[in-house]
């Protein structure tokens, strides 16, 4: 199972990114699909995740700015991050829960993406 997270970049407070994550690999079935976020000297936190029946969740630091969504057609998680203040500011990770022909649910990362939000 791999995941490649993309979508990252630098942005001005108050502008907007998108980020994408693509999944592959033999995956059976998909429990969750989630962001989340590590900035320098910190650590990882969640940022939003999706389960089946579109149930999301979000960090309340988040909430209102920032829209998770999936395309299980495409095998795709998105993250549509608004209003973005320099606290933002991380490198992001999708993480997928799933279940394989090996078992599970296991947790599958992606490599990360940098979001810097400064002038």
């Known amino acids: 199972v791999q995941l490649q997270a993309s979508g990252g970049g630098l942005v001005q407070p108050g502008g907007s990114l998108r980020l994408s994550c693509a999944f592959s690999g033999n995956i059976l079935s998909t429990n969750s699909l989630g962001w989340y976020r590590q900035a320098p000297g910190k650590q990882r936190e969640l940022v939003a995740t999706v389960r089946s029946g579109n149930r999301r969740n979000y960090a309340d630091s988040v909430k209102g700015r920032f829209t998770i969504s999936r395309d299980n057609a495409k095998k795709m998680v998105y993250l549509q991050m608004n209003s973005l203040l320099p606290e933002d500011t991380a490198v992001y990770y999708c993480?997928?829960?799933?279940?394989?022909?090996?078992?599970?649910?296991?947790?599958?990362w992606g490599q990360g993406t940098q979001v810097t939000v400064s002038s």
């Open positions: 993480k997928g829960e799933f279940w394989t022909e090996a078992g599970g649910p296991d947790d599958y």
